[in-house]
């Protein structure tokens, strides 16, 4: 079993930054084992979608062309955590974010391809 805890959110006005970070666990959790982690996110009334993904092995990103240039997503193997820089953030990123893991290591942003998922983090930012 793989747990997925998200932590980090809050609320910050436009142009504001925020940090998320996940921290991946469980006794059959192995970063190496583990393929790839990705953000997703779902504001109210609107479908969950792709942030950015990182690969746990090479470091591989991608980013959705919404965020590209004010996100970065980076990982650390040694503490199995996955971390997701937020600047220059505006209104229409107010969402819950959830951490995903998924076993292959061929990063996807469906959010269909993805194993395991955290409970999520609410970030509101205010205009």
């Known amino acids: 079993q793989v747990q997925l805890v998200e932590s980090g959110g809050g609320l910050v006005q436009a142009g504001g930054s925020l940090r998320l970070s996940c921290a991946a666990s469980g006794r059959t959790f192995n970063s190496l084992a583990m393929g790839c982690m990705g953000w997703f996110r779902q504001a109210p009334g609107k479908e969950r979608e792709f942030v950015a993904g990182?690969?746990?092995?090479?470091?591989?990103?991608l980013y959705a062309d919404s965020v590209k240039g004010r996100f970065t997503v980076s990982r650390d193997n040694a503490k199995n955590t996955v971390n997701l820089q937020m600047n220059s953030l505006e209104p229409e990123d107010t969402a819950v974010y959830y951490c995903?893991?998924?076993?292959?290591?061929?990063?996807?942003?469906?959010?269909?391809?993805?194993?395991?998922w955290g409970q999520g983090t609410q970030v509101t930012v205010s205009s």
């Open positions: 990182i690969t746990w092995r090479a470091g591989m990103t």
């Open positions: 995903a893991a998924r076993r292959s290591t061929v990063l996807v942003p469906s959010r269909f391809d993805y194993d395991y």
